[in-house]
């Protein structure tokens, strides 16, 4: 089992080399990996209330990263999103942990607030282990089946 190191940092906490490799995976991942072209910088990572967890291994290898934004940015709900593991760590129960640490986050910076998701169609039944409840017909964001999941506040 991998050893991970959980962060939450604001942007401005990031430091270039952590923002870096930030962008790094979620180009890796959302655009490489995937096969999709799409506008991965966007203005809610320099959110003053946006938040960006990160999960290191020992070695303190970027192997995990979730952003999270606060209601009324993206949506009147908070919102989970970029929600990634790097390849060589998956089914290893890493997105569970990320996940799990994820919304214990929420819960504390945005108390008794929704979060809504716009989950990849393939990962819903991942998200409703954790309450989420899909809320729209599937459609394609990037070239991707997507469906907006939502769970209500704890």
Not at 113 to 126: C, H, K
Request: overall charge negative; glycine content about 6%.
């Amino acid at each position: 089992m991998v050893n991970i190191h959980w962060t939450f940092s604001s942007f401005p906490e990031l430091t270039v080399d952590q923002l870096y490799e930030v962008l790094q995976l979620r180009v890796d991942v959302f655009v490489v990996e995937q096969k999709c072209a799409y506008r991965e910088l966007d203005d809610y990572d320099r959110h003053e209330e946006t938040r960006h967890f990160s999960g290191r291994n020992e070695v303190g290898q970027l192997i995990a990263y979730a952003r999270l934004l606060p209601p009324g940015l993206r949506y009147p709900e908070g919102n989970l999103g970029r929600f990634v593991v790097k390849a060589d760590f998956r089914k290893q129960g890493i997105g569970h942990q990320l996940l799990q640490t994820a919304l214990q986050e929420i819960s504390r910076c945005w108390n008794k607030t929704p979060i809504r998701i716009s989950a990849q169609d393939y990962l819903q039944a991942f998200y409703a282990k954790y309450g989420f409840i899909r809320v729209s017909d599937v459609y394609l964001e990037d070239g991707i089946p997507h469906v907006e999941m939502m769970k209500e506040s704890e």
